[in-house]
């Protein structure tokens, strides 16, 4: 199990245990987090999932595939420089602890 944040604009933040090898959008769906959807399944053809990590909590998450990319581009409230879906971050010890904001 891993530690997971998702973090509102105004500072709230939901924390949850989630199983290695779930998918965080999969994860957020279980939490009921407000604004991840998650509508395509995981499929990479909604975008939401849309979060922006973190990285002041010292974990980074990686570059967006290809295709994540292209559907961040159309992300509804605009992306950011650490924007990804969430159905692509799957669970893993490198992820404990991470911070991803969401909006309402
Ligand atoms: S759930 Fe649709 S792009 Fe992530």
């Known amino acids: 199990m891993i530690t997971v944040y998702w973090v509102y604009p105004d500072g709230s933040e939901h924390k949850a245990s989630v199983e290695e090898g779930v998918n965080l959008m999969e ?15 995981g499929s990479m053809a909604c975008a939401t ?3 922006e990590v973190d990285e002041s909590c010292g974990i980074k998450a990686g570059e967006p595939f290809a ?6 581009d159309m992300v509804e409230s605009g992306r ?13 010890p490198e992820l404990d602890g991470i911070r991803l904001k969401v909006a309402w």
């Open 27 to 41: 994860a957020a769906m279980a939490n009921d987090i407000e604004s991840i959807y998650g509508e395509c399944g």
């Open 49 to 51: 999932c849309h979060v």
């Open 67 to 72: 295709m994540e990319n292209e559907m961040l």
């Open 80 to 92: 950011t420089p650490t924007s990804r879906l969430s159905c692509q971050l799957v669970a893993s």
